[in-house]
């Protein structure tokens, strides 16, 4: 049980999403610090543990995976007993859904498009009209799709935690903040959910210098 290992970033969005699937569920786990944007700082076998070069990579019992998803199916199918997956094939359905939208859409747009431009990349008040439509429509879509207290049905799942580390990092920009301004049945989740313990223990340092 305590031999889970996850490799990568506290700053990395899908190394926060398996983070969060362990404090949820209440793994406990260590992490060994990747920063994959300092190649030179990698670890010389890093490769075996992630062809691509990405984070995260997970280890338990000398088992390995990488791919946030296969690895969060992992842990909830190994110490989860049912907790963060819907009861019912639709709300199930829903929750797969909103994760790839998350994946496909958000993380570019609303992570790269916004966030990394607009505090990494000194574009601070000079978004294009295009990247702001587009994270506009991704947080259209979201809030149609979540349900009134949670992502997908009644209870916390994946869903929930797949969306937090990227409307955390969208709200920390100033042109995110607005666009979450315009969509308060998201800005409410977003308040909700900092406050679990798990959201606590996982916050990305710039978030923390934010506080
Ligand atoms: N498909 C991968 C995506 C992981 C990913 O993109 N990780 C980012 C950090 S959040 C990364 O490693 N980026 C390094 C790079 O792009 O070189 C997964 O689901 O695990």
Redesign the pocket.
Known sequence: MNRVTVF??SY????RIVRLVLEEIGVPYQLAEID??AKETLPPDYADRHPF????ALEHDGFRL????A?AGYIVEQFGNGALLPADARHRARMRQIMRIL?NYA?PHLVWGIYVEEMERDCCGRLGAEELARAAKCLTVLSDLAGDDYMAGGRLSLADLWALPMLVYLDLSPAGRTLLQDAPKLSAWLARMRLRPAAVATRFPAEQKAI
């Not at 990395?12 to 190394?15: L, R």
């Not at 070069?53 to 995260?56: E, F, K, N, Q």
């Not at 990488?66 to 998803?69: I, K, P, S, V």
């Open positions: 990568g970033a990395s969005v899908y190394v994959i944007f070069g990405r984070i995260p990488f791919e946030t998803d690895i994946d993380y």
